[in-house]
């Protein structure tokens, strides 16, 4: 079966710092991976999605990018993080689309709160 | 006029209740939806697609209606433990498009 990670779960940073989350699934080649963030009390925003290794869309600009060096490795980054840069942030995989429906499956989330 | 609307709730039943919920997209051109569930904290899950021809799965109806662009969820029996929010997505291409969800509280 597929199994999503993501660490850390929890992070708190202050404003200025780097930012670096990782994401990774198990039990399946060639995923469509997504960032999304969700601002306390709102819905999701997609950031970013990856139809595979090294292509990124980005789908809102902001100081975040994103990196996918393996098939099943998704990696967020800031240079310098923004108090607006608080929320939690959900990595999703997908299988290919025409593969399924375009379920996406979420990992458990990282909370950050940058002060 | 956002993408998907839900009434946002909190919608308060008490256990044993029936509850339903509606969604509206203005995607025309989307292709499948689905009901996904979120608890407080936690990421959202996946609860269940949304056909056509309307789909049950155990105490939860879905239903679509691509005419006026609208999906429903039916729970039937509420349980304390369906207390979460509910989030309606449609898929068009690889991306998904979520609406902010609706809040349900199942009182005792």
């Known amino acids: 079966s597929q199994t999503i990670h993501q660490w850390p779960a929890t992070l708190v940073q202050p404003v200025g710092s780097p930012l670096s989350l990782e994401c990774t699934v198990e039990?399946?080649?060639?995923?469509?991976l997504y960032w999304y963030r969700q601002a306390a009390g709102r819905g999701l925003q997609l950031l970013f999605y990856s139809v595979g290794i090294g292509q990124i869309s980005s789908e809102v600009p902001q100081n975040l990018s994103a990196s996918r060096p393996q098939d099943r490795q998704f990696i967020l980054s800031s240079k310098k993080l923004l108090l607006s840069d608080s929320g939690f942030y959900l990595c999703?995989?997908?299988?290919?689309?025409?593969?399924?429906?375009?379920?996406?499956?979420f990992g458990p989330g990282t909370r950050l709160t940058v002060l | 006029r956002k993408e998907v609307e839900q009434d946002p709730g909190p919608f308060n039943v008490p256990e044993g209740a029936t509850v339903a919920f509606n969604c509206t997209y203005s995607?025309?051109?989307?292709?499948?939806f689905f009901w996904y569930r979120q608890d407080c904290r936690k990421e959202p899950k996946l609860l269940m697609s949304v056909y056509s021809s309307g789909n049950e799965d155990g105490r939860f109806t879905a239903q679509l209606n691509r005419a006026s662009q609208y999906i429903s969820l039916l729970i039937r029996d509420s349980k304390l433990s369906d207390s979460a929010t509910y989030l309606c997505v449609y898929n068009a291409g690889n991306m998904l498009t979520f609406g902010g969800g609706t809040r349900l509280m199942v009182k005792p």
């Open positions: 995607n025309s051109a989307s292709q499948s």
């Open positions: 999703a995989w997908s299988v290919p689309l025409g593969v399924a429906g375009g379920e996406q499956f």
């Open positions: 039990g399946t080649s060639n995923p469509n």
